[in-house]
């Protein structure tokens, strides 16, 4: 799933729901997160006295002052080599770098890798999951059995997926920042948007080749042009069985020792042919060691570790919990569907696999926001800050209201948090025939706009993937969609009221159930060619369209739009406007040597392979296929597949399998590469530890750790469990 | 449900989960609620120079001044005349309050009163709901059809219902407090438990028409003994059907307007003949007017306005956040269950309907516990009282240290949380047999034991109670208690982590599905003859049982009682030391001249009948049978049954149906008479607007409102829509 770079989209793609997605973690729902503080105690030569003053009263109130190692997802034109070269002994040079670069690969959602020169693209299991899904049918369902292609003429494409190379970053904050000076609410997000969409139409180009986005870094201190290598044909050539990739299930998912094969292969084709890639990562047959320096290239998604107090407290007290009480009653809803029989088990594992992914994240942030630590801390460093500028006169003069002025956003945020959420956001009507509905509709109000003035989703550089979305022939379910759509229209009476204006429009004198059955029994927009004669057919189509989810998304458009506007009025603008404001306060006190929040764009981390101590127990970096046989108990989601069972004898049992390191990632880094400073494969990030899951709020290099399958146990794997020996030996270079 | 009068179960009855209730709120888990707070504000003539600084102090810091007009609910033998007089402007006298005393009626969890001399008792519809439920089959299910029995002769039995009146109050707080002075931890549980086990029993007596308990109030400040006669023949006279007992269902549930004629009548025998009642409340006709003093009895289960702020917080991050969760994924799972079939359909009913109470109060409570005006009162009185005591040198000494040992003390409840809330209380293993399981065991090992010695839910005073839920011919469905339990088996998994002992111990190498299917499957304790002799058998039956769901208690009854040892000393018996210190200070500077914390015992209310202004709308105290058809769309839960439909013609449509309050109730009260001055029955509570689901932290005399039908809407009901003549006859003393 894409970052949402649409301004007021509050859960990403509108009607999809918030945990669909491909990869592990996952992130905020809000696009704007504001300034940034940790970085304000690391080690710098050139700080004011005035700064050094405030510095030692923080280290005095905080006690224990921040030591925060391995921290930071940097970009990759602005590596922290001082840092690494301090805390590694090495650092890499540009050559590395280039290369780190243009070897990774942007999947959606996910991270991947170029690991042959022949096209070959590593990834997650987890991040094809989509694709293993679409590919399958009530006869074969390959997220059970897995795949493995006969040969490259065997390998399947998948059908909504798409790889995107970085080629090129260049500087643009000059560009945005003065097309956005002295404008204000509505004026702002307009030119804001403009700006925007004007420069990623430019380097786009027309060639269908070339992606652009423009990325906002340090909360809008700098706006930089990312251009990609756009692939949209992506073939499966292999995937294990889920039992092996995601051995132990939920019940294991964000624990450690772990057992999992959480690895897949898709190649990369163009014009019939697989592409030939010059930087792609050879494999390392041995796997990294102990304490040895490991790299990790990848899209991070987002981190929110420069909220104010008072954003956070928002989320703390409203937002995550609203979206954990969802997903949990989702999650008992769907996990009953599926014990009715064989198909509704087939096509609800996906989705519950997602959802019950994001609902272990959710706990593990609020849990994170719950912790005295973390809170007081956050508290502290804002204490800081606004007390640096409060000693700057001029500073305090520019930004000294900031905090103030988001707090009160905050507050209209809190108030509009459930009609937003439910109404513009889609998740009052959660099923994909809605969120279909909702592209078709707003793209026949939106398209005939210039560029420039179009809601940012539909801006041209983005048309590319909403089309891909909207036209993949991916199967979709009635029977999973009015379950979804039932619950979602129940919540969203609870939420609002029985008395509400907008649910008596929606619901009438029927009930959820009843509601939802008469819309996804009557639409027929599960046909992608209904959906693209709508599409083409633009404004006037829709007009005459008797579809019921057309006829639902037009009648509740004029609230959805009044939501938007102003949320984007009261909310968002205010935010941005004030977050960049106390950005500017920290450039002017510490340059840019410090790493920004993370934006779904390519980022470099460093670590070390390293367990840590759990409660007193030291939990070790490796663990082995040895392990996997120990941990078998035959019974889901702890049953090797039957494929182990019959290679066991062939296996060496104390390979690798996976491995710990003190990489700081998170949602969006699932399948990245991890490299050693040979810029071989050493590894495939998958996941983080329990503890990792406070990460989107702050980083503890302590107990942070990232989760990864070891290279070694990977060919391991496809030699003698897999019998996969021409893939494995393209990842040899062989 | 009765409150949980044991020390340390912290979900009333073990191993019933805590939503299965019959009363309209729930009660907190946990048994010790401490001290008071607001009750300093109030206005007194004797206070000293020092606490009027401290109070002048404390209005200036919350700038609005606490004022609380109707709030409190009073003991009958400590009633605030003074206050009814001045805000009344009418007291009752002592008969009026002998009368009020003797004419209401505990029903297990909820509240009832004596409504005719031939022993009619009026309660709610939902509090008679599990009645209903085991007085159904596949054929007849009475919650849908409703119920009206053919004269006295076809009332038919409720199997588990109990009635009880109290007779008399005598204070033991000497006896109590003597007992336990100097001791710590274990030895001052083990003599709080003895002595009041053993008042309990002398005052029993063996006549088997007495009932006991030792009230606990303002904290360990008084302990009262109250004498109840108990009735046990209780049979059912009318209900009508649930559609309109609960019409609008859960959405409308703590909202207003209302349109609910949520009543029963049940009738009180004893040796097979009704009663007859000497302190009855004759119907009033017409029902009051607005703005008339109105008055309530009943058994508030448990209000914890007098938390520390330590408490609150355990509450708040944790403590409600888990119960939520659970309870959300519950509901999915019950809600997606009961649409697989007729059966399910049924059986499901009345677990899903307690559940979707108990999560929205859940809610309501936490939503009072995120409101930074809520929680910044409580600081602030907390800060007052804490100012109050270091202010008096030798208060200070004695209590100055009470408030962090109790946050101490929360620290460890906080570790404790999961697995005592799983094991011991059960909340892993949610299902009825596990519940029987629990009680044949831990009673074949407490029974031998002398009175005093016994954990304090197997004192002979408690000993009638544990065998009518035991011996309960109630039926119990396989299917619904495999699903609870699967779930259950799953959330500890989860909340443990796989590879906790405990959880490998019961689930071995099987999922919680196969485990539950063969407990369920396996356990012949569905059976109340089975279970009957397992308790006559005692420690050998028990010992020689290979009932599964007996062998799997057995297993982890070392663990459960690990677990309620440790919470027991260094939780519960020291929050309840230090919050009696606090009481005792509060008792020094301010007397009694304020009401205790609820504790499921009788208390009065009183009030007026006034709607109140929402958000600038100002919502009317009455609603009509008129609204009713307004509201009907024929549409479950909008739905008026038939009967209503049929009687539209007859009905006065302008006569009230319900009501609202400025009366201070809570869960418990469910089912209380409406009192006016004159001792008529002009109303029966049954609600809370969505406001008063805070009232279980503070009262809130703008916003917060208690629900009630209306006598004159209840006869229009009984005459026209029921045909039930001789009861209202009856209810009018004709």
Redo the contacts between chains.
Sequence with gaps: MEMPRTKASTSGEVGRPDWSQRDKFRRWPTRRAPPKMQGLFTSRSHRTPALKKILAFVVALLVVPSVWSAEGMWTLDHPPLGQMKKELGWAPDQAWLDKAMRSAANLAGCSASFVSKNGLVLTNHHCVATCLDQLSTAQSNLLAIGFLADGQAGERKCPAMEVNRLEQISDVTADVTSATRGLEGTAYTAAHNAVRAKLGAACTGDTGRMRCDVVELYHGGQYKLYRYHHFQDVRLAFAPERASAAF?G???NF?YPRYDLDMALVRVYEEGRPITVVDYLPFNTQGPAAGEPVFVTGNPGRTERELTVAQLATRR??TL?DA???A??????????RT?GAEPQRIGENDLNSLENYYKVL?GQ?KAL?DPVVFEKKQADEAAVRQYVAAHPALAKKAGGAWDAIAKAEKTRRDLHQPLSLIENGSGFTNRYFAFARTLVRGAGERPKPDGDRLPEFNDSAMRRVEARLFSPAPVYPQLEQ?KLT?ALTQM??RL??DAPIVKRVL????PL?VAAALVGGTRLGDPAVRKALWDGGADAIARSDDPMIRLVTAIEPDARALRARYEREVESVEQKNTELIAEARFAALGDTIYPDATGSLRLSYGVIAGWDEGGVAVPPFTTFGGAFERN????P?ALPVSWLAARDRLDLTKPLDMVSTNDIIGGNSGSPMLNREGELVGLMFDGNIHSLGGDFAYDPKLNRSVAVNSAGMLEALDKIYDAKALANELRGQ
């Design positions: 132990g939920d019940p294991d624990n007290d409203l919990m954990l009480l969802r949990a009653e989702l999650r008992g809803t769907l996990t009953e569907f009715t706990q609020l719950h379950l619950l009476r609870e009221g029985p009438g004198r029927q009930s009843q108990t035959g019974t889901e702890f």
